[in-house]
DNA sequence: GATGAATGAGAATTCATTCAT
DNA sequence: TATGAATGAATTCTCATTCAT
């Protein structure tokens, strides 16, 4: 259920990494995503990040093959995060509690984007460039919540035509709002989150109700 | 109504553009929404957009101030077509009529995107990043499309809760679909464009019938 | 006969090569020779070159794609010289005069090993080591003149056995001495280059003569 | 006779070397070999090296100074089995064996220059760049055979005017057309080594008989 | 209107080498 | 005896950008 990350055992020359090489490459890690928190994703440049991480370029090069792959060793580490998920879907959903449940099950999501919203934004930009190997990723990380869901969809509502497509639209929509309102974007124009997620809410209720 | 491009009349001396130095601007337009259609956005530097352009570097300034320049002149350039969303929503739509247009609509939309696809994506991966510019423009052409849209909601279904919210969900899914669709995304796993569409469709007929 | 350096018309970028373009790029290989002159081949980084030459990095790569393509290029261009040695091969060899021809085509191919010295040696260190650009046109540009010199054997003394492997023997061994002097290794014990270029014509006096 | 390797008792550190000590410098030795066979001599590094022959980075210091240390120590080592020459040399040598003798003499020299054609081909590289080290280990191990085969030349035919030069000739021919034949060089424009190697044998034939 | 020529600046990358364990 | 860990110091290479013609 989702994808794990692997132990990274040994770095890039090959030798086994011990507790200090660990801590270093995660000290690596975490200052990239503290520095992409900020700044637009370009401007993060090895040396820049090795100086922040309070290592020599070459030590970056020890535990990483460039920028992208301490990009993607982050958003591998996120993603076990996601599968938090799994445990709403699987609770028992009944027409008494749908509607808190919906708002549990968005409410939930929005949260944890927001945990994660650096690595997962790399994750979209990085994919929706066409990057193989966060494309798959993506891929991988993202099926089996979207069929679990249009399940659960099917199974509230046996009459619905497409579970699985609505699961789909609804998942999309969910996601791309997420990642807006990190942006700043929604709150600008009298459009509050409160209203969009409400508004999801409304649409799977209307679409489940017998 | 939408954004108009305003018509480029001087080029980055000031100087005015005479015939050829516009088909020149325009070769480099051209040249730059075909090179972003294959490889990934990173690749595109001046002075590959000048070689692959047969002009020089020197001339590439003399027309534009830097790639982001050019990319958001094609952006201005796209927008203008996709003014033809409103005419869909001017027309009339009665309970009779609605589900067919409300396929028309969906329709026209990804018409739309699939002939601009490479700006529309540039659009969204700038904003995304934060890109001032692209953020704002992007805010200024979505913004009255998604009111009208909202309203002929209103109109449609008096009864309708937040209709400015179903909207923007319901476009937000429209856009990012569309956006997936052109990655050869959804192809992948057995899902088929014309399903997303109809579940979208579904969607909305379900909020809107009475 | 012999190979041609090709006018090299237009730079690294596809830039047709002004007067001025042309003149720094010749400066730029007259300096990697004097450089190779004096120290070691594996000293001739490009940034050393660059400042020796007084031009920035940048534009060393606007000539060259690497050092190995500057050293190419004055292979290339001392290669033309060389053709001189087929004079002395077209002029009348007879028994009169054969010994002095003889002396005058040794002491004609030091000569020209002399006034080449770096980029022969260059030459052979690239093609001895496997490298294909250079051993290939080692080839080209040693074979004609080998050919040439086994007719010339053969011409002169009918009944020897196997002119051409003879020629392709004597002509190693004199290329090996020429530039096994320029290392200043010959002098060294007591050898005189005299003694070996006599030597040399004594052997193939012995080969010759009726 | 010839040059002996010194039997290598301490590492770097001045340690005495164990069994399993002397093992890991001889792996490191060997994989240096094996890794010069195949491709260019420059991109020999330590850490390369290292990687291949299971040591990490540190381990390779504590047995040699640098890449060119352990080139040396195989140089050496390839250097002692040069001596079967002087076997050839001590034999009798009569009238009527001196064509087969002679043939002995170039097919021990090949079969040797084959069998250390890694070694061989690297201390000429060296020493023909200037390396000091590998110069005066070549003219060591050159100079000895030399004189003992121009001593060899001038006994059979008392006659000869300069027996040392045509020895130094014959034996820089026989020098580099093993060298180059290593490179495949030869076997190519259908130029065989049998024929090389015959006609070397006539050359010498030549200037013996009475 | 167009472009040869040149470059400052900086980023990526690699290597040999050291040292504490 | 062996090696994780770290790095200083180059070096290559690329790009945007300018300017005189």
Request: aromatic content about 8%; some cysteine.
């Amino acid at each position: 259920m989702g994808v794990a990350t692997p132990a990274q055992l040994v770095n890039q020359y090959g030798q086994k990494m011990g507790r200090k090489g660990q801590l270093t490459r995660q000290r690596i890690m975490s200052i990239a995503l503290k520095m992409l928190g900020n700044s637009s994703y370009k401007d993060l440049t090895v040396s820049d990040l090795a100086a922040k991480a309070k290592v020599s370029n070459a030590t970056f090069y020890v535990y990483f093959k460039d920028i992208e792959d301490v990009l993607f060793a982050c958003v591998e580490a996120a993603s076990l995060d996601m599968n938090a998920m799994f445990d709403i879907l699987n609770e028992t959903w009944t027409s008494e509690n749908l509607k808190s449940q919906l708002e549990k099950f968005v409410d939930s999501f929005n949260t944890l984007w927001e945990k994660h919203r650096v690595e997962l934004r790399i994750r979209n930009i990085e994919a929706d460039q066409g990057n193989a190997r966060f494309l798959n990723f993506r891929q991988l990380s993202t099926i089996e919540l979207l069929n679990r869901f249009g399940e659960k969809l099917a199974e509230l509502n046996p009459r619905l035509e497409n579970p699985e497509y609505i699961s789909m639209v609804i998942y999309t929509a969910m996601e791309r709002l997420a990642a807006l309102n990190q942006m700043g974007i929604l709150g600008s124009n009298s459009i509050s989150r409160r209203g969009l997620d409400d508004a999801i809410v409304e649409l799977l209720y209307m679409a489940l109700k017998k």
